[in-house]
Protein backbone atom coordinates (compact mmCIF):
# COMPACT_ATOMS: atom_id res chain seq x y z
CA UNK A 1 0.00 0.00 0.00
CA UNK A 2 1.39 3.39 -0.80
CA UNK A 3 0.00 5.60 1.56
CA UNK A 4 -1.83 3.21 4.64
CA UNK A 5 -2.29 5.82 7.13
CA UNK A 6 -4.47 7.33 4.49
CA UNK A 7 -6.35 3.97 3.85
CA UNK A 8 -6.61 3.49 7.51
CA UNK A 9 -8.26 6.52 8.08
CA UNK A 10 -10.98 5.69 5.56
CA UNK A 11 -11.55 2.57 7.63
CA UNK A 12 -11.66 4.54 10.75
CA UNK A 13 -14.33 6.57 8.95
CA UNK A 14 -16.44 3.55 8.15
CA UNK A 15 -16.39 2.06 11.37
CA UNK A 16 -17.42 4.99 13.82
CA UNK A 17 -19.79 5.84 10.46
CA UNK A 18 -21.11 2.39 11.98
CA UNK A 19 -20.86 2.60 15.38
CA UNK A 20 -24.42 3.17 16.97
CA UNK A 21 -23.22 4.74 20.67
CA UNK A 22 -21.36 6.95 18.94
CA UNK A 23 -24.26 8.42 16.38
CA UNK A 24 -26.85 8.32 19.28
CA UNK A 25 -24.49 10.49 21.23
CA UNK A 26 -24.57 13.14 18.26
CA UNK A 27 -27.82 12.98 17.62
CA UNK A 28 -28.58 13.29 20.97
CA UNK A 29 -26.26 16.14 21.51
CA UNK A 30 -23.81 14.45 23.61
CA UNK A 31 -21.36 15.93 21.28
CA UNK A 32 -20.79 17.78 18.06
CA UNK A 33 -20.91 15.95 14.63
CA UNK A 34 -17.50 18.18 14.13
CA UNK A 35 -16.28 16.49 16.79
CA UNK A 36 -17.04 12.79 15.64
CA UNK A 37 -15.58 13.47 12.26
CA UNK A 38 -12.26 14.99 14.08
CA UNK A 39 -12.65 11.28 15.98
CA UNK A 40 -11.46 9.83 13.08
CA UNK A 41 -7.76 11.44 12.05
CA UNK A 42 -7.53 11.62 15.99
CA UNK A 43 -7.60 7.68 16.27
CA UNK A 44 -5.79 7.01 13.63
CA UNK A 45 -3.13 9.59 14.83
CA UNK A 46 -3.07 7.21 18.31
CA UNK A 47 -2.67 3.86 16.27
CA UNK A 48 -0.05 5.25 14.24
CA UNK A 49 1.91 7.25 16.93
CA UNK A 50 1.91 4.27 19.58
CA UNK A 51 3.11 1.16 18.37
CA UNK A 52 2.09 -2.34 20.11
CA UNK A 53 -1.21 -1.12 21.43
CA UNK A 54 -3.33 -3.86 22.31
CA UNK A 55 -7.24 -4.21 22.18
CA UNK A 56 -7.81 -3.02 25.43
CA UNK A 57 -6.06 -0.05 24.94
CA UNK A 58 -7.63 1.15 21.92
CA UNK A 59 -10.51 0.76 23.75
CA UNK A 60 -10.04 2.44 26.74
CA UNK A 61 -8.39 5.32 24.36
CA UNK A 62 -11.97 5.22 22.38
CA UNK A 63 -13.78 5.52 25.80
CA UNK A 64 -11.48 8.05 26.91
CA UNK A 65 -12.49 10.39 23.86
CA UNK A 66 -16.42 9.26 24.17
CA UNK A 67 -16.79 10.64 27.80
CA UNK A 68 -14.44 13.74 27.25
CA UNK A 69 -16.16 14.95 24.21
CA UNK A 70 -19.31 13.09 24.06
CA UNK A 71 -20.04 13.37 27.98
CA UNK A 72 -20.85 9.59 27.24
CA UNK A 73 -20.04 6.85 29.26
CA UNK A 74 -20.68 3.25 27.04
CA UNK A 75 -23.00 0.59 28.65
CA UNK A 76 -21.96 -1.91 25.99
CA UNK A 77 -19.22 -3.55 24.41
CA UNK A 78 -18.95 -1.74 21.62
CA UNK A 79 -15.46 -0.31 22.43
CA UNK A 80 -13.72 -3.52 22.17
CA UNK A 81 -15.36 -4.10 19.12
CA UNK A 82 -14.65 -0.87 18.08
CA UNK A 83 -11.17 -1.31 19.08
CA UNK A 84 -10.02 -5.07 17.96
CA UNK A 85 -11.80 -3.85 14.15
CA UNK A 86 -8.90 -1.00 14.29
CA UNK A 87 -6.12 -3.11 15.51
CA UNK A 88 -7.40 -6.04 12.80
CA UNK A 89 -6.76 -3.28 9.65
CA UNK A 90 -4.10 -1.60 11.71
CA UNK A 91 -2.23 -4.42 11.53
CA UNK A 92 -2.90 -5.26 8.00
CA UNK A 93 -1.33 -1.87 7.25
CA UNK A 94 1.44 -2.39 8.70
CA UNK A 95 1.82 -5.73 7.06
CA UNK A 96 1.25 -3.91 3.97
CA UNK A 97 -1.13 -6.69 3.48
CA UNK A 98 -3.53 -4.74 0.86
CA UNK A 99 -5.37 -7.38 -0.94
CA UNK A 100 -6.36 -8.63 2.56
CA UNK A 101 -6.95 -5.38 4.06
CA UNK A 102 -9.26 -3.86 0.82
CA UNK A 103 -10.99 -7.83 0.69
CA UNK A 104 -12.04 -7.07 4.29
CA UNK A 105 -12.74 -3.83 4.22
CA UNK A 106 -15.18 -4.62 1.12
CA UNK A 107 -17.08 -7.09 4.00
CA UNK A 108 -17.76 -4.03 6.68
CA UNK A 109 -21.02 -2.43 6.21
CA UNK A 110 -21.31 0.85 3.73
CA UNK A 111 -20.11 4.48 5.27
CA UNK A 112 -22.76 6.37 6.35
CA UNK A 113 -22.76 9.68 5.45
CA UNK A 114 -23.92 11.63 9.04
CA UNK A 115 -20.27 11.23 9.97
CA UNK A 116 -18.15 12.18 7.01
CA UNK A 117 -20.45 15.12 4.91
CA UNK A 118 -21.86 18.69 6.72
CA UNK A 119 -22.56 19.66 3.08
CA UNK A 120 -26.01 18.57 2.14
CA UNK A 121 -27.47 20.34 5.19
CA UNK A 122 -25.75 23.59 4.27
CA UNK A 123 -27.17 23.13 0.65
CA UNK A 124 -30.68 22.54 1.83
CA UNK A 125 -30.73 25.60 4.33
CA UNK A 126 -29.38 27.90 1.14
CA UNK A 127 -31.34 26.71 -1.33
CA UNK A 128 -34.70 27.33 1.29
CA UNK A 129 -34.13 29.59 3.34
CA UNK A 130 -37.62 30.93 3.84
CA UNK A 131 -39.04 27.54 4.41
CA UNK A 132 -36.30 26.99 7.21
CA UNK A 133 -38.00 29.85 9.03
CA UNK A 134 -41.00 28.52 10.15
CA UNK A 135 -41.18 24.56 9.38
CA UNK A 136 -37.98 23.68 9.46
CA UNK A 137 -37.25 24.26 13.39
CA UNK A 138 -40.69 22.09 14.06
CA UNK A 139 -39.37 19.89 12.35
CA UNK A 140 -35.90 19.65 14.61
CA UNK A 141 -38.02 19.77 17.69
CA UNK A 142 -40.22 16.76 16.91
CA UNK A 143 -37.58 14.57 15.56
CA UNK A 144 -35.09 15.81 18.93
CA UNK A 145 -37.98 14.72 20.93
CA UNK A 146 -38.95 11.63 18.71
CA UNK A 147 -35.01 10.30 19.12
CA UNK A 148 -34.74 11.36 22.85
CA UNK A 149 -37.65 8.63 23.49
CA UNK A 150 -35.44 5.97 22.33
CA UNK A 151 -32.47 6.84 24.04
CA UNK A 152 -31.03 3.57 25.59
CA UNK A 153 -28.00 2.71 24.94
CA UNK A 154 -25.53 5.93 25.72
CA UNK A 155 -26.01 7.49 28.85
CA UNK A 156 -24.60 10.59 30.18
CA UNK A 157 -21.84 10.87 33.48
CA UNK A 158 -23.62 13.94 34.67
CA UNK A 159 -26.71 11.52 35.35
CA UNK A 160 -24.97 8.90 37.27
Given at each position: ??????????V?????????????????????????????P????????????N???????L?????E?????L????????????????????????????????????????????????????????????S?????????????????????????
Amino acid sequence: MSNTKEFFLSVTQRIFSNWTALKMAVEHGMGTKERAIDFCPYMTEVMYMNEGLNASEIASELEDYMDEYFNTELQDNSAIQVAEELLRFHRYCMENNENLAVTELAKLPPLQLWLVTIEPVKKVQNTHPKESDSSGSEEETAAGEEVTDEWTEVRSRRKR
